[in-house]
């Protein structure tokens, strides 16, 4: 099992340009959230798909945005990004049953210069 | 965010113990966990507690809950340089095996070898 698998590991845009992250969850989970980990924070929540929608949302503007595919994995948009984007972005999956801690990806390190 | 208080930061020498503590508001929190996240890297689930429970041992790492006072703590024993690291207390009440979770600072634990 290979665990919550995130890509890419590293990324570096400009301001303004438009990002795609992606996540592909455990294997027998069926929901995706993501997390954006500025430095030295916690993470914060930005969305969590299951069924291929969008269930709940975190305090993020509208430019982040995301996508669940039949098989579970997930991707996250964020258009015009803003130097405030940098961060570590944080897939985690679980099943929504039974004990309910969820599996964390390594994260993908986005730097907007 | 605000739902969990823990202290920045602890530092210790390698081969001491370990306790970080964790004071939460929600009183109706089933289980208890703890995630270790280590330099540039995602997070782990280390252990959890049931709130029904008052100690949970694993190992080198022990979990006591008061559940009276709302206070968790985890020990760590013979601490490695290996647990340097964020810990991140996170108590879960029911149902909600698709709520997102509310990540608090964390406590950052240097270990001096």
């Known amino acids: 099992d290979a665990g919550v698998t995130q890509s890419p590991t590293h990324l570096i845009k400009t301001r303004g340009q438009q990002v795609t992250l992606r996540c592909s969850p455990k294997?027998?989970?069926?929901?995706v959230s993501w997390y954006q980990q500025a430095l030295g924070q916690g993470p914060q929540f930005i969305f969590q798909y299951y069924e291929e929608e969008e269930r709940q949302r975190g305090n993020f503007p509208d430019r982040f945005s995301g996508h669940q595919f039949p098989n579970y994995s997930s991707e996250l948009n964020v258009n015009a990004l803003l130097l405030g984007d940098s961060a570590l972005y944080l897939c985690?999956?679980?099943?929504?049953?039974?004990?309910?801690?969820?599996?964390f990806g390594q994260g993908t390190r986005l730097t907007v210069v | 965010g605000e739902d969990v208080e823990q202290s920045l930061f602890l530092s210790v020498r390698e081969g001491d113990s370990s306790v970080i503590n964790c004071t939460y508001t929600?009183?109706?929190?089933?289980?208890l966990y703890w995630y270790k996240q280590e330099p540039g890297a995602g997070l782990q689930l280390l252990t959890y507690?049931?709130?029904?429970?008052d100690m949970k041992q694993d190992q080198r790492l022990t979990v006591l809950l008061n559940k009276k006072d709302k206070h968790l703590s985890l020990r760590i024993a013979d601490t490695q340089t290996g647990d340097s690291a964020i810990y991140f207390c996170?108590?879960?009440?029911?149902?909600?095996?698709?709520?997102?979770?509310?990540f608090g600072s964390g406590t950052r634990l240097q270990v001096q070898p």
């Open positions: 294997s027998g989970h069926d929901t």
């Open positions: 507690i049931f709130s029904n429970m």
């Open positions: 985690a999956s679980n099943l929504g049953q039974g004990l309910p801690e969820a599996f």
């Open positions: 929600d009183s109706s929190s089933t289980y």
């Open positions: 996170l108590p879960k009440v029911p149902d909600t095996g698709r709520r997102a979770l509310t």
